[in-house]
């Protein structure tokens, strides 16, 4: 295990980052609001219509890519800011949904 260095970085220049980690805070908590809403209207989709919601799908694994970089970046693994201080993750970006869901 690696030995942790001291920071290089001012004391002004933490305290802006916990202010921007604090409002990600805020977005990760409404995008994990936003990703439960869409898991149960998903499954009412699939109960009714016997078939999944494709646009619902991919704005969800969206989401899900956008939860992943505010929480690597609240956690002080990654430095790009998340948006809303930087671009919303396109859908290029993002890992691609199985081709298949399987219900075992």
């Given at each position: 295990?690696?030995?942790?260095?001291?920071?290089?970085?001012?004391r002004?220049?933490?305290?802006?980052?916990?202010?921007?980690?604090?409002?990600?805070?805020?977005?990760?908590?409404?995008?994990?609001?936003?990703?439960?809403?869409?898991?149960?209207?998903?499954?009412?989709?699939?109960?009714?219509?016997?078939?999944?919601?494709?646009?619902?799908?991919?704005?969800?694994?969206?989401?899900?890519?956008?939860?992943?970089?505010?929480?690597?970046?609240?956690?002080?693994?990654?430095?790009?800011?998340?948006?809303?201080?930087?671009?919303?993750?396109?859908?290029?970006?993002?890992?691609?949904?199985e081709?298949?869901?399987?219900?075992?």
């Amino acid at each position: 295990m690696s030995a942790s260095r001291p920071t290089t970085a001012d004391r002004g220049a933490i305290l802006k980052r916990l202010l921007i980690t604090l409002v990600c805070m805020i977005f990760f908590e409404v995008t994990a609001l936003l990703v439960q809403l869409t898991v149960i209207f998903q499954y009412g989709y699939l109960l009714i219509a016997k078939k999944r919601s494709e646009p619902l799908r991919q704005f969800s694994n969206t989401l899900a890519q956008f939860g992943y970089r505010l929480m690597r970046y609240n956690t002080l693994n990654e430095n790009k800011r998340p948006f809303p201080f930087n671009r919303f993750p396109e859908e290029s970006e993002c890992e691609p949904p199985e081709k298949q869901v399987l219900f075992k």
